[in-house]
C-alpha cells in the first residue's frame, strides 16, 4: 500500500496520487510482477483535521465502502494538540480508526494510553527503527511499542527518499521471527494488515491470542537486557 504524504509541505491529491498509481500498475503489469498494489496517504495531523472540518474526501487505506475505514496519520513531533481527542472521536462515531505513522520516533509508548482507550488505535512502526538504524532511543521506543501494544502493530518501510531508505521486509521478518513467536508475527505481517484492507476491527480473540505471548516477549525481553 502506498502512502504519500498530505501535508502542507507536501500538498498532494488523490487524483495525483492516483495518477501515479496507475502509471506503476501499469509497468509492473507489463513487467508481469504479480503485486497486489493498492495506495492511500499518509496525512499529517493538522491537515487532516482541515479536511475533516471542512467535509472534503480524505483517502484511506481500505476502500471507503467497507464497514470499517482507516486512516495513516503522522502526528506533530513537538507538540500534542489539545484538540486530538476530539477528533479520535468523531472518527470513531464514523467508524473511522486511525493508524499511527511512526510513533517511535515521537516519544515513548506512555505517550499514546489515553487515545488508545479512547479509540481502535493502531500504530505503524518503521522497520529502520526497530533495526536499529534510527538511533538507540528510537529501538528502544520501537521495543516499548511493540511490548505494550503488541496486537495493534503493523509494519511500514518508510521509503522515502529513496535513496536514504529502502524496503527491508524480508530483513526485518528474520530479524522478529528470531526474537518472538511466529503466531504475533504472522499476525503482524498478514492477520492485521488483511483486517485493516478487509475494513474490520481487532476482535477480543486477536487480543486474547496475542497477550497470551506477552508476557513471554517481556521476560525475554528484560532477561536480554540483564
Keep these: 500500500v502506498f502512502t504519500p504524504h498530505i501535508s502542507h509541505a507536501y500538498p498532494n491529491s488523490e487524483s495525483a496520487i492516483k495518477k501515479k498509481y496507475d502509471e506503476l500498475k501499469e509497468a509492473m503489469a507489463a ?8 495506495y492511500g496517504a499518509e496525512y499529517h495531523l493538522e491537515t487532516l483535521c482541515e479536511k475533516i472540518l471542512n467535509d472534503e474526501p480524505v483517502v484511506f487505506l481500505n476502500n471507503p465502502d467497507e464497514e470499517h475505514r482507516y486512516l495513516l496519520v503522522e502526528f506533530p513531533f513537538a507538540v500534542r494538540p489539545l484538540w486530538l481527542e476530539k477528533l479520535i472521536d468523531r472518527l ?16 515513548t509508548s506512555d505517550n499514546f ?13 518503521n522497520v529502520s527503527s526497530i533495526l536499529g538504524e534510527e538511533g538507540t532511543r528510537v529501538k528502544q521506543n520501537a521495543f516499548s511499542f511493540v511490548s505494550r501494544y503488541t496486537s495493534r502493530i503493523v509494519w511500514s518501510s518508510d521509503t522515502h527518499p529513496a535513496l536514504n531508505r529502502y524496503p527491508q521486509f524480508d530483513r526485518v521478518i528474520q530479524y522478529l521471527q528470531k ?5 504475533i508475527t504472522d499476525y503482524w505481517f498478514d492477520t492485521l494488515p488483511q483486517k485493516i484492507i478487509q475494513g474490520k476491527k481487532i476482535s477480543e480473540s ?6 497470551l505471548y506477552v508476557d513471554n ?8 537486557k540483564e
Design 92 to 107: 470513531k462515531r464514523n467508524n473511522i480508526s486511525i493508524v499511527v505513522a511512526h510513533p517511535e520516533r515521537y516519544g
Design 31 to 38: 513487467s508481469s510482477v504479480d503485486v497486489t498494489l493498492r
Design 179 to 183: 526474537k518472538f513467536s511466529r503466531v
Design 113 to 125: 494510553v489515553d487515545i488508545v482507550d479512547q479509540g481502535e488505535c493502531l500504530f505503524a512502526l
Design 206 to 211: 486477536d487480543n486474547a491470542i496475542i497477550n
Design 217 to 224: 516477549f517481556i521476560s525475554c525481553h528484560k532477561d536480554r
